[in-house]
């Protein structure tokens, strides 16, 4: 199979005009596509192979923008004053615009296009912004049965309209970096970005493929072709998760309250609110982050990723009855694997291993769920496993994730495995590249310096390994319920460095 995305079909291809269909073929559990000739995983395809030299994680992901074309719709009129904008037209204007939309006003959208192209089934355009708006949604509601209907309708639009078609090729670069799949995010951005170069919305979704494929230069340089053609909050953000990832936390904290004083509807400003609770925690300042968090589930109720974040601040604080409740409700509109791992250590440290299994178990089941619908879950199912499962399976299935994205997050992942299975010494090169600014592991992890003293302890580096340990409870002293007693643990078992012996011990 060519590996590289084909524009499909042809006029002659189409069905008569009143017999609508959405095309194409989703990926099954083994990563496969159909027929339209989108990569398959396993294979990196075009510039993608420039990516295998390690470089940097990401946290673009949340900073997604969603290319489209604006196609205006009907206004409402309220009751005083200028016209509002109904609620389909809001949300295809955030979708166009790049930016955070509310689930109501998605859901709008989806009804409207959906009734449109029931009329129009040659509309590619329409079909386009439906394909986005689900892509959205999929986000949105962690469901990826909506990645396979927002392709359904993207590879539609690209069967109605075989060339020119830059804003189904946009859509798919957003789906594919939703399902974590960034080296096809960054072919078929690549190719929207050769029909369009001038357009801004092209860039956002290729740096997102570039920082989830550790190219955190061209990530950069690729971000300052964005800023050269526009200048708003979704580009803060943007910025924000660059900056991030190149461990100038500072320079993205200020990205994003700049993103959030600007934001325009309250479910933009409560996204960018969220991130920037994220980014709060991940320096270790709770009540900081916690205010973030509750501030945009106040703005915006739907924001889901927020009350997870506030079940994490909240664990860190001792307020454990209100994180697991916050948790819960997370789940219960947003049942990603990475809040049930969570929420399943943190029933683990209170020493509920039962409850703790309860929530593993649905974390295989909602990978399973992810995987039939394409999404890349390797890296997730990797560390549970590492840690909760078969050491050994994540090595297999992490070494596939680094040949085919080799960000320092994976890094990470599969050092901890090879740690996990017994061959620290192998594990080391990868804990390296992981926190290493040189080898491309510039992002400040509490998590990745845990990993790496952990190994370093078990290889007898004494003195490093008492370095990374308490590096990591500097960065954030509350990262992990079950680690950071371990740390402490390992560290009071290393005890003070010998006087006299070696360099002095500066951390």
């Keep these: ?114 009734r449109h192209l029931k009329e129009h089934p040659k509309d590619a355009e329409a079909w386009a912004v439906l394909g986005a708006a689900r892509v959205e949604q999929g986000r949105r509601l962690g469901d990826p049965a909506r990645y396979s209907r927002a392709e359904q309708a993207l590879r539609t639009s690209l069967k109605v309209r075989p060339r020119g078609n830059a804003a189904a090729l946009r859509g798919l670069a957003a789906l594919a970096n939703a399902r974590r799949d960034h080296p096809a995010a960054l072919e078929w951005g690549e190719r929207a970005r050769k029909l369009e170069p001038k357009r801004w919305t092209t860039y956002p979704p290729l740096v997102e493929a570039y920082a989830g494929l550790g190219d955190g230069e061209a990530a950069g340089r690729t971000l300052d072709r964005l800023k050269a053609l526009r200048s708003d909050p979704a580009v803060m953000a943007l910025a924000a998760a660059v ?47 916690l205010g973030h968090f509750r501030e945009a589930v106040r703005i915006d109720p739907d924001q889901w990723a927020a009350q997870a974040g506030q079940g994490r601040a909240l664990a860190a604080l001792g307020r454990t009855t209100e994180a697991l409740d916050a948790y819960r409700a997370a789940l219960a509109r947003q049942p990603l ?41 390797d890296l997730v199912l990797g560390r549970f496993e590492a840690d909760h499962g078969d050491p050994e399976a994540a090595v297999r299935r992490l070494r596939t994730e680094w040949k085919r994205q080799p960000s320092a997050a994976v890094a990470d992942a599969l050092g901890w495995a090879l740690h996990r299975s017994g061959r620290s010494g192998e594990a080391l090169e990868f804990a390296v590249r992981a926190t290493e600014e040189t080898h491309g592991g510039g992002v400040r992890s509490a998590l990745h310096s845990f990993h790496r003293g952990m190994i370093e302890l078990e290889l007898e580096r004494h003195g490093p390994a008492r370095r990374h340990l308490r590096e990591s409870l500097r960065i954030n002293p509350y990262f992990s319920p079950l680690r950071v007693p371990r740390a402490k643990a390992a560290l009071e078992r290393l005890g003070e460095p010998p006087v006299g012996d070696g360099p002095p011990d500066w951390s």
């Design 1 to 114: 199979m060519d590996d590289k995305p084909q524009e499909t079909g042809s006029g002659d291809e189409t069905r008569r005009q009143d017999e609508p269909r959405e095309q194409g073929e989703t990926r099954g559990q083994d990563g496969t596509r159909g027929q339209d000739g989108a990569p398959e995983r396993g294979k990196a395809p075009g510039r993608a192979g420039r990516g295998r030299r390690v470089r940097l994680g990401s946290a673009a992901a949340g900073c997604a923008v969603l290319g489209g074309v604006l196609v205006l719709l009907p206004w409402e009129r309220g009751a005083d004053g200028p016209p509002e904008p109904a609620a389909g037209a809001r949300a295809q204007a955030a979708v166009a615009g790049g930016v955070p939309a509310s689930l109501p006003d998605l859901e709008a959208l989806v009804e409207e296009r959906e």
């Design 243 to 289: 900056d991030r990832d190149k461990g100038r936390q500072e320079d993205a904290a200020a990205q994003l309250a700049g993103a959030a004083a600007a934001a325009g509807e309250p479910a933009e400003r409560a996204a960018y609110l969220e991130q920037a609770g994220q980014l709060a925690w991940e320096r270790g300042d709770r009540e900081d982050a």
């Design 337 to 377: 694997p990475e809040y049930e791992l969570e929420l399943g250590e943190l029933y683990e440290s209170l020493g509920l291993r039962q409850a703790a299994r309860v929530h593993y178990d649905l974390l295989r089941s909602r990978v399973r769920k992810a995987a039939a619908h394409g999404a890349d879950v």
